[in-house]
């Protein structure tokens, strides 16, 4: 690791770098340009106006939306994979400043989206059993109540969990991290969720509706 062998102010610009590169690749909005590529318009001006993968779906591509999903979990998980060359800190600041780049992207204003597949792609590239618990975690509560936005609350919020059972303490204060920052983005959900109107995976909506 890059602190035990060079001290952690030594290592403390490497560990920006790899924070700096991977708020860069996590703030390329996949949604948007998948988007585009499938002639869907501008996300932006679809449904929630989210520019992730559920947004995605509620024009009724699924291909699209698959997509998306996927991308935006690579866009994280990369960065992670290559980083743990230089350590778990390193990785782990590679996978906080691709959650960041997602969900507060310079290319848009920082206006991004919730930050759920890319928390997966986190969870995936520190610790793929963790990662796919997690995952299982989404699809379980998703299949169950057809809500996507508590599977990815819940699905965020179980990491730190499954980091602990299946991979140790190393990056659960990260993941815990992350899991109350998804969640923080998800306060307009919260809201819906309160009122009743949250809808279901799945139902189309061509208006913006951001509360």
């Not at 979990?73 to 980083?83: G, I």
């Not at 139902?203 to 509706?209: D, H, P, V």
């Amino acid at each position: 690791m890059l602190h035990q062998i060079m001290g952690f102010e030594q290592a403390l610009p490497w560990l920006l770098t790899a924070l700096a590169a991977g708020y860069l690749i996590g703030s390329i909005p996949m949604g948007i340009l998948v988007s585009r590529l499938f002639g869907l318009g501008d996300l932006r001006q679809i449904g929630s106006g989210n520019i992730g993968a559920t947004n995605v779906l509620r024009t009724g591509n699924r291909a699209a939306a698959g997509l998306t999903l996927v991308l935006d979990a690579a866009k994280a998980a990369l960065p992670v994979l290559y980083f743990l060359g230089w350590g778990d800190l390193a990785a782990q600041a590679a996978g906080a400043g691709a959650l960041i780049g997602h969900c507060f992207p310079i290319w848009l204003r920082f206006r991004g989206g919730k930050g759920v597949a890319s928390c997966l792609g986190v969870l995936l590239g520190l610790a793929w059993p963790a990662g796919l618990a997690a995952c299982a975690t989404w699809l379980a509560v998703a299949g169950t109540i057809r809500i996507s936005s508590v599977a990815g609350m819940l699905s965020a919020l179980s990491g730190p969990v499954w980091l602990w059972f299946l991979d140790g303490p190393r990056a659960v204060l990260l993941a815990a991290g992350l899991g109350v920052l998804i969640t923080l983005r998800h306060h307009e959900n919260l809201g819906r969720l309160w009122r009743g109107t949250e809808p279901k995976i799945g139902s189309q909506n061509t208006t913006i509706n951001r509360d």
